[in-house]
Structures are given as structure tokens and as C-alpha cells.
């Protein structure tokens, strides 16, 4: 009897580590996935957008605007970026729409489409009931809109974030953006 039982236990244990070992393969590719999307993270050449890397992805851009709000669904990416009254130069928003679109449509595969908003910041954003923030600018661009080309040619020190941004995407502007624009 004695040998029956340890006969049961020899093949229960080895069920166990059959069992246990079948799955390391799995264990294996999703530890390399996610370590292969970290290398892409940390070395800035991201090519798939998903929920794990996008936030990583955009706190390494250098933006002069802060992000307010992130949405990533159905390959459209959408952000909205918040400046305080009255410190908004336009100058560095059409650098962080550059700065972005070239990073959603020229560092990734699977960004179709990009929509990002400036919004304004009341003055007292802090108070209780204050006013809503305001809408400045708005910019759709899409990855139809990219030509090859545009993107080998394209360098940060060679062209104008304005002209590049305006010539090739849509943007909306608001009223208020216009009448602060205009001299």
C-alpha cells in the first residue's frame, strides 16, 4: 500500500510541474512583448500606440503647453492641451502641434487620425464656479494628409512650425484666437 501512495504522489507531482511548465512559454512571449515596447518607449522610436505606452510617450515629448486631457480609441488619438490666460504665445503652440502630430503620425503605425485642442485656462481656474476653459485652436490632422516625402524633409530647425502645421492639417481657429493674433 505503501508503494501505491507514493506511485499517486510521483504522479501527481509530475502533473503539477507538466502543468506548470506548459505555461512559461506564454509567460515568456508576453514578458518579451512588454520589454520590447519599453525599448521602443525609451528609445523614441515608438511604433505602436497602445494604452500601456501611450502616457509614457507623451510625457517625453517637449511641450511647452501642459496636456489636459488623453484619449486614445479606434486609432484616432485625441489631446487636449491647457495654457493659463494670458500666457498663450502662439509661437509655441504651433511648435507643440508640430511637435505632436510628428510624433502621432510619423512615429507610430497605428495613429490614423490626431485631434488636438488648445484650451485657454480661466484666471481664477481655482475658484469655485469659475468659467470654463475656452476654446482657442483646434487641429485634425490625419495620416492621409502626410506625404513621404514631407516626412524625410521635415527637420525641427530647417522649417516654420506655423507654415508646416497650417499647409498641411486642418485647423479651427476661435475668434478669441484670431482677435489675439491679429496686431
Same mark, same amino acid.
Do not use: C
Given at each position: ?67 489636459? $486631457? ?16 494670458? $500666457? ?96
Amino acid at each position: 500500500m505503501k508503494g501505491f501512495y507514493r506511485l499517486l504522489l510521483v504522479a501527481l507531482v509530475s502533473l503539477v510541474i507538466a502543468f506548470g511548465v506548459s505555461g512559461l512559454p506564454r509567460l515568456d512571449s508576453s514578458s518579451r512583448q512588454m520589454a520590447e515596447e519599453e525599448m521602443a518607449v525609451q528609445s523614441g522610436s515608438v511604433k505602436l500606440l497602445t494604452d500601456r505606452n501611450v502616457v509614457d510617450l507623451l510625457v517625453r515629448q517637449p511641450l511647452f503647453l501642459d496636456i489636459g $486631457h488623453v484619449e486614445w480609441s479606434d486609432s484616432i488619438l485625441s489631446i487636449d492641451l491647457k495654457a493659463k490666460q494670458g $500666457h498663450v504665445d502662439p509661437d509655441f503652440v504651433y511648435r507643440d502641434l508640430y511637435t505632436l502630430s510628428k510624433l502621432g503620425l510619423q512615429g507610430t503605425k497605428n495613429v490614423k487620425q490626431l485631434l488636438v485642442r488648445v484650451m485657454e485656462l480661466p484666471a481664477s481656474a481655482t475658484a469655485i464656479g469659475a468659467g470654463k476653459p475656452q476654446l482657442l485652436v483646434a487641429m485634425e490632422a490625419r495620416r492621409d494628409d502626410l506625404k513621404r516625402e514631407d516626412a524625410l524633409n521635415a527637420t525641427p530647425g530647417s522649417i516654420n512650425a506655423e507654415q508646416y502645421v497650417s499647409s498641411h492639417f486642418r485647423l479651427t481657429f476661435t475668434p478669441k484666437w484670431l482677435d489675439r493674433k491679429s496686431p
